[in-house]
């Protein structure tokens, strides 16, 4: 959670930071996938040992002064097709805490879009987000790995329930009216709980209540108030600093002596200073704890992680073979345009010497040419593409070869 915590990109920095990894020299294209779980950088390189040290450079470096901690102990570093299968585990929910979780699919298409709005990606990274989303869609559709509604807001209300029993005419006050606290308001309606929700915004918070038709809103200001009379407390925001600190909830817990108090929090970085939980009375946990709360009632999904898989094998395979074929696109795309001019200029010179040809023979002259031409091509493009199934470099020289040979002026790909 520490280092987690340290290194998170709230939303309003990723534009941010995706200009910055751009600026580091072998980056050619990057996206972030920040979620409360995991911190995962993809990208499009021309050197991958050196653009690998570049990317390690910049998680230590952006925003951070000196690591106290071995960072590449926390680390894992995926190349190529292991690269492409982890992100499509990911969108399909497979490589999550907890399994096939609703919000990770939206999470990946956030990172794509933050990514396309900040100018860093490009050709290889929009089709891998593309065919990542096309993949974790199809595994809900297909499979039952989002089956037993679970999710980390659903799992907080679960460990609640564990420590102080039946929610019902609890009162529960959530701190931050984003999607998270939302999921978590919704379900707690269901439980028959007293709401109270509050959020930095007033406005915000007045929203989620009136969609819910239940609870109460109120301003942050208002949280010392609100912790006094709450049994528990659920906060997620996107504050870069604790919302609630040992000194405020012991001064509500004083106004309060025999009520215990349970609080969950699941905000990266934390709402909550982790020395609340020494206050007497006083319960916490963080998102690191909540996996194993809710660990049964994800059975039916783990007996989904076959058939998902199979759907991640069949979106890596397409992907890598759009992948390898890339360099050999632009030469196959200028050899059949100049092949396809060169014909289509010598049958209008044909038939302005020729007149007397009906529409008939013409369409006949047509159809022969453009058969000659494609038999002629079928070869060369079939080559073209076996090249491209090999050595990457192989393949540009090859791809550059044909290129000069037809003075065909295609523009290539930049060696990985």
């Not at 690269?83 to 999470?107: K, N, Y």
Request: aromatic share 6%; with cysteine.
């Amino acid at each position: 959670m520490e280092v987690r915590e340290r290194h998170a990109f709230p939303a309003s920095k990723l534009g941010e930071a995706l200009v910055a990894l751009r600026d580091y020299e072998t980056v050619q294209e990057a996206a972030i996938l920040a979620t409360c779980g995991r911190i995962e950088i993809y990208a499009q390189l021309t050197d991958y040992e050196d653009g690998a040290l570049q990317l390690k450079r910049f998680l230590a470096h952006f925003r951070h002064g000196d690591i106290p901690y071995d960072m590449e102990s926390y680390m894992y570093t995926l190349l190529g097709r292991d690269a492409a299968q982890h992100i499509f585990r990911v969108a399909t929910g497979l490589d999550s805490m907890l399994i096939g979780e609703a919000e990770i699919l939206g999470q990946v298409k956030e990172a794509y879009v933050h990514a396309h709005r900040a100018g860093s990606i490009g050709p290889s990274l929009h089709r891998l987000f593309r065919e990542a989303l096309s993949a974790g869609k199809a595994a809900r559709s297909q499979t039952a790995i989002g089956n037993e509604s679970i999710s980390v807001a659903t799992a907080a209300i679960a460990m609640a329930k564990e420590h102080v029993g039946d929610l019902h005419g609890k009162n529960v006050v959530v701190i931050g009216a984003g999607k998270m606290g939302a999921t978590a308001a919704r379900r707690l309606k269901d439980e028959g709980a007293r709401l109270f929700m509050l959020n930095r915004t007033h406005e915000k918070a007045s929203k989620v209540v009136a969609e819910l038709g239940a609870g109460e809103a109120h301003a942050l200001p208002t949280l010392g108030e609100a912790l006094v009379r709450a049994d528990v407390v659920i906060t997620s925001t996107g504050a870069s600093h604790f919302i609630l600190d040992p000194e405020k909830v012991a001064e509500a817990m004083r106004a309060r002596p025999e009520r215990p108090l349970f609080i969950v929090d699941i905000a990266v970085p934390r709402d909550v200073d982790p020395e609340c939980g020494r206050i007497p009375g006083v319960a916490l946990v963080d998102i690191d704890a909540l996996s194993a709360a809710v660990d049964e009632t994800l059975e039916v999904r783990r007996r989904a992680i076959p058939f998902v898989e199979e759907i991640v094998d069949v979106h890596a395979v397409r992907y890598l073979e759009w992948y390898r074929h890339r360099s050999s696109a632009p030469v196959i795309a200028s050899l059949t345009q100049k092949a396809d001019s060169i014909r289509e200029a010598e049958l209008e010179r044909l038939f302005a010497r020729c007149p007397e040809l009906t529409e008939r023979e013409r369409m006949l002259i047509t159809g022969m040419s453009m058969t000659i031409v494609s038999r002629l091509l079928h070869s060369a493009i079939v080559r073209i593409r076996e090249k491209a199934l090999g050595s990457e470099n192989e393949a540009l020289d090859h791809a550059r070869l044909v290129d000069e040979l037809f003075e065909l002026g295609a523009a290539f790909t930049a060696k990985q």
